[in-house]
Structure formats: C-alpha cells, structure tokens
C-alpha cells in the first residue's frame, strides 16, 4: 500500500522531552508516561505507526496546544520541512527536520498529516488513502489527542465523521471528486449536523427532508 508504505517506512528514533517542552507538559497536568505497546497485543508495523505519530506531534504540535486553546485559532500551526530519502539496515525510510515558523494556516500542518497518511487511514488506497483499519485510526487518534485535545476532536471530524462516511455510504462520483483531496489535507472535512436547540445531538434533530 503506497501511503501505509510512506508513512510506515519512517524511521523511529528513541527521544526524550527537552526543555522547554518537559516545563510546558508539566504546566498542562499532561501525562506522557511511556506506553507499553508489548502489554497492547499491537503488531510491529502498528507500534511503529504509533511511536513514529508520538515523536512528530509530541515535537510538532504539543508545544503550540496551549496558544490553540487559548486563541482558539491555528494560524501560528505550521511546519517547516526538509525530506529526504536515507538508506540503512532498516531499508529506505524518510528523515524529517521541522520548524515551527509563526506567519502561516493550520491547513499547512494539516497537509503534513495529509503527507504522512494519516487523514485518510481507513480509506481505500485507489483514493489515496493508507487503507489501514479502525486500530490504526485509533492510534493515531490518541497520539494526536496527547499533543492537543482540540486538534484531536477536529482529526476525528475530518478522518472518521467525514472520510470514513464518504467511504462507507458515498457513490463512486462523490468518492472520486471528493476523497483524495479530503485525505491529501487540501480540503478540511466536517459533519454538517447540528442545531441551535439540539447541539450535535443528531436523534433530537427536527430539521427532515421531504421528497
């Protein structure tokens, strides 16, 4: 699978916090306790997936999830990239650097997500997606929602409200106009579903169609 192979072949380093991300963490009450993938039943390709998503968002997006919450904005979310192809005894991976420059959108972190795979990880790779199940997509969930709680909600929206839907219930015409710019990060999915007197609860909903 192209994009599983993409985001799969990064190479895993082992990493520590640095100041002055270890003082930001402790200030949020958040926990970054070493998960035990040998007691989770995970496989290796599944392990590798979640440690490769801890290192890039616990690094790229963790230190930035205060000033989301509190602006309640992402336009100060963007990562500066340097790829390139390295060879090794684990095979051709890829090797990143970042940083964090202050001018820019969400949709360009948005779109490093989109690179590595993960906006469409349960959707079929004939549409760009990684083709991964509802294990991978949890992974990647939580690792998201460990850096930023409101970054995770709007993963969920896009990858599962929104894709996964799309996947499941939409035609063909909709799947090919929609999906491969909906997992590259181009577009940003929602899930049109709310009213001023039921919130998003969607069984109190009055609005209906009639044909």
Known sequence: ????????GWRVASWRLRPPLAGFVSQR??????????????????????QTMAKFLQEHL???AQEIDRSNEFKNLRVSWEVRAVGGSQGVGLSCTAAWKSSHSFLE??????????????????????GLGYLEH??????ISRASGAVGLSYGAHSNLCINQLVRNGNEAQKEK????????????????SEPNAGSDVVSMKLKAEK
């Open 1 to 8: 699978m192209a994009t599983a192979t993409r985001l799969l």
């Open 109 to 130: 972190f948005w779109k490093q997500l989109g690179n590595l795979g993960v906006l469409g990880i349960t959707a079929p790779v004939q549409y760009g997606g990684s």
């Open 178 to 193: 929609y999906l491969p710019k909906l997992i590259s990060g181009e577009y940003i999915g929602a899930l049109a579903m």
């Open 62 to 64: 963790a230190p930035k």
């Open 29 to 50: 009450a958040h926990s970054l306790l070493p998960v035990d993938d040998a007691i989770n039943g995970l496989s290796e390709e599944q392990r590798q997936l979640r």
């Open 138 to 143: 949890v992974l990647v969930m939580e690792e």
